[in-house]
Antibody, heavy 119, light 107 residues
Framework: QVQLKESGPGLVAPSQSLSITCTVSGFSLTNYGVHWVRQPPGKGLEWLGVIWAGGSTNYNSALMSRLSISKDNSKSQVFLKMNSLQSDDTAMYYC?????????????WGQGTSVTVSS | DNQMTQTTSSLSASLGDRVTISCRASQDISNYLNWYQQKPDGTVKLLIYYTSRLHSGVPSRFSGSGSGKDFSLTISNLEQEDIATYFCQQGNTLPYTFGGGTKLEIK
């Protein structure tokens, strides 16, 4: 079955960088895109970006200067890297599969990984 | 950015009720509107995509409608397991954006 699982550092110091890995199973990254979405505590969902099956990316313009998404198809892993973290980057970070078919929906989600920015 | 507004942030209903949750886009999004359910443990699931298409495995008591700027999610015959927060999301233009969520509680 389709599964996505995020793994991250948990705690990041202010001004440092964040790296999160999304490991997928049950589908191939050569056929599906993967989105990243985050949710600050008690708040709503914010779309961060997507890496499409062909490897191209789109980012939320508000974060584009600090954000990078890449992948390793052979390892079934997608990577999120964000620079210069501040306290308002504290959030649950989710990866989610794009449904495909040009509907731009996220059909399966990981459980999320919590990131706290604090010294 | 295309702002998505869910004017009702919380909603209380009784088991067996028919519940409707609304979502409005600031710009026309055609039918590129998706609905998600987030359970209290943080688990997120797709319910409806492209306004009215039911995602695999989602109970038929969930349905969606609308077009352009105004959309709604309807849950007929509310069940205990439907306690969750519901988010809409537009997929018409980048960046994809979500509504603020509607938290559904049981009376």
């Amino acid at each position: 079955q389709v599964q996505l699982k995020e793994s991250g550092p948990g705690l990041v110091a202010p001004s440092q960088s964040l790296s999160i890995t999304c490991t997928v199973s049950g589908f191939s990254l050569t056929n599906y895109g993967v989105h990243w979405v985050r949710q600050p505590p008690g708040k709503g969902l914010e779309w961060l970006g997507v890496i499409w099956a062909g490897g191209s990316t789109n980012y939320n313009s508000a974060l584009m200067s600090r954000l990078s998404i890449s992948k390793d198809n052979s390892k079934s892993q997608v990577f999120l890297k964000m620079n210069s973290l501040q306290s308002d980057d504290t959030a649950m970070y989710y990866c989610a599969r794009d449904r495909a078919g040009n509907y731009y929906a996220m059909d399966y989600w990981g459980q999320g990984t919590s990131v706290t920015v604090s010294s | 950015d295309n702002q998505m507004t869910q004017t009702t942030s919380s909603l209380s209903a009784s088991l067996g009720d028919r519940v409707t949750i609304s979502c409005r886009a600031s710009q026309d999004i055609s039918n590129y509107l998706n609905w998600y359910q987030q359970k209290p443990d943080g688990t997120v699931k797709l319910l409806i995509y492209y306004t009215s298409r039911l995602h695999s495995g989602v109970p038929s008591r969930f349905s969606g409608s609308g077009s352009g700027k105004d959309f709604s999610l309807t849950i007929s015959n509310l069940e205990q397991e439907d306690i969750a927060t519901y988010f809409c999301q537009q997929g018409n233009t980048l960046p994809y954006t979500f509504g603020g969520g509607t938290k559904l509680e049981i009376k």
